[in-house]
């Protein structure tokens, strides 16, 4: 009679990001301040704005990118033309960056998941809050 083999088990780093979903925005976060913060003209300079590529406007996340790399260099008056929310987010990115830090060095942080109406309603304040500005710019013929 054949024994059937053993199931492989999961690679140790996918079953920790399977375990901790967070972990993977964290690590996304983190590469996306990384890459922020390499030397202008390190990366190429493409669109990759589909709706901006189509009609000619910006859409309510267009200069985003721009923000983000004016932010690690320091140029906050420019990151603030590009697109305001870029700090919001930037900021979110450095909170998701540390978060694995923050839950090893304060346990009870670790279960803690932003849940609920007040973060709900944060959230689509926050589209909203896009879009206007997205509507805004676009009424303003601004070309960032």
């Known amino acids: 009679m054949d024994v059937p083999a053993p199931a492989p088990s999961a690679h140790p780093l996918r079953a920790y990001f399977q375990r901790n ?4 925005l964290s690590v996304v976060a983190g590469l996306a301040l990384l890459i922020s913060a390499l030397p202008p003209g390190t990366l190429p300079s493409i669109s990759v ?5 189509q009609t000619g406007f910006p859409c309510p996340g267009c200069g985003l990118t721009r923000s983000f790399v004016a932010i690690s260099h320091g ?3 420019a990151a603030w033309h590009f697109n305001p929310f870029g700090f919001f ?3 979110l990115s450095i909170a998701l960056a540390a978060w694995p830090l923050l839950a090893w060095r304060f346990p009870k942080l ?5 849940a609920g109406r007040r973060a709900t309603w944060f959230a689509l304040g926050m589209v909203a809050a896009m879009w206007i500005f997205g509507l805004c710019r676009m009424y303003a013929g601004s070309d960032i």
């Not at 979903?21 to 993977?24: F, K, R, Y």
């Not at 670790?110 to 932003?114: D, K, L, S, V, Y």
């Open 110 to 114: 670790a279960g803690w998941q932003p």
């Open 75 to 77: 140029d906050l008056p």
């Open 21 to 24: 979903p967070t972990a993977m």
């Open 49 to 53: 704005c589909w709706f901006k590529n």
């Open 89 to 91: 987010f930037y900021a």
